[in-house]
C-alpha cells in the first residue's frame, strides 16, 4: 500500500535545542498531518497543512512549532526550542486531496529530549 | 473536544476464536471511523474504516460495527490468527470540515495457539 516514511526514526538532543523532523508523504498526496504520541497514551492530532498553509492545529501544536514544505521535499516538523515535555514519538500521515478521510501514516521519529 | 474511548486495553484470545473491541465517542457530528493496526516498531496502517451512512462493513474476517444513536463503535475480528497479534486503535473524525482523526488509547490484542 501507499507508503509514508520519515526521517530520522530516533533522535537524541539536549533541552533547549532546535530539532527537525523529515516526512516523506505518499508521492500524489496534497493533505499533511502530525500526530503525537506519549509513551502509554493514544496518537494525538498537532497539525495538519494544505497547499502551503496550516488547515487546523491543536492546543498541542506550541509556539515553538513549525511546520513546512518547501517546494515538495519533505513535510517537516520544527520544534525550537525543545522542552523535557516534548519526547514524544511523532507520526506523520498524509491524504490525497478530496479524499482527505483516509491517511496513512508513517513509522514514527521517537524523539529524546535530556 | 472530541474523545474517543477504548475499550479493553488489552485481550487475550485462542487462536480460532473471536475478538471485539470497543470505542465510544462524544461529538455527535462525528462522521469518520477508522480502525489501525499497528505492530512493534511499525507504522499503523488502516484495516478497515466506517462511516456514519453504514452500520455494518466486512473486509474478509474484519466486521465493524457502527451505532450512531449510542455513539458507539466496533471491531470483531473473526477466526483470529497469531498474525492479528498487535496493538490496535479505533479513530472518529468529527465531521467533514476537518481533517482531525481522534484515537483511543489502543487495545493490545494476543493470539495465543
Known amino acids: 500500500g501507499p507508503k509514508v516514511l520519515q526521517i530520522p526514526s530516533h533522535q537524541i538532543i539536549d533541552m533547549g535545542q532546535m530539532v527537525t523532523l523529515n516526512c516523506d508523504p505518499v508521492s500524489n498526496h496534497l493533505y499533511f498531518y502530525w500526530y503525537k504520541q506519549i509513551l502509554g497514551q493514544q496518537m494525538e492530532f498537532l497539525v495538519n497543512?494544505?497547499?502551503?498553509?496550516?488547515?487546523?492545529k491543536s492546543k498541542l501544536f506550541k509556539d515553538q512549532f513549525s511546520v513546512e514544505r518547501p517546494d515538495g521535499s519533505y513535510f517537516t516538523l520544527k520544534i525550537q526550542p525543545t522542552a523535557l515535555e516534548d519526547s514524544a514519538v511523532y507520526f506523520c500521515a498524509s491524504s490525497l486531496e478530496g479524499a482527505q478521510d483516509t491517511q496513512y501514516f508513517g513509522p514514527g521519529t521517537r524523539l529524546l529530549v535530556l | 473536544g472530541e474523545q474517543v474511548e477504548q475499550l479493553p486495553s488489552i485481550l487475550r484470545v485462542q487462536e480460532g476464536s473471536s475478538a471485539s473491541i470497543n470505542c465510544s465517542y462524544e461529538d455527535s457530528a462525528s462522521n469518520y471511523f477508522p480502525w489501525y493496526k499497528q505492530e512493534p516498531g511499525e507504522n499503523p496502517k488502516l484495516i478497515i474504516d466506517i462511516r456514519s451512512n453504514m452500520e455494518r462493513k466486512q473486509i474478509q474476517e474484519l466486521i465493524v460495527l457502527l451505532d450512531k444513536k449510542a455513539k458507539r463503535f466496533s471491531l470483531h475480528i473473526t477466526d483470529t490468527q497469531p498474525g492479528d497479534s498487535a496493538m490496535y486503535f479505533c479513530?472518529?473524525?468529527?465531521?467533514?470540515?476537518?481533517?482531525?482523526?481522534?484515537f483511543g488509547h489502543g487495545t493490545i490484542l494476543r493470539v495465543h495457539p
Open positions: 479513530a472518529a473524525k468529527p465531521g467533514a470540515n476537518t481533517g482531525k482523526l481522534t
Open positions: 497543512f494544505y497547499n502551503g498553509k496550516v488547515m487546523e
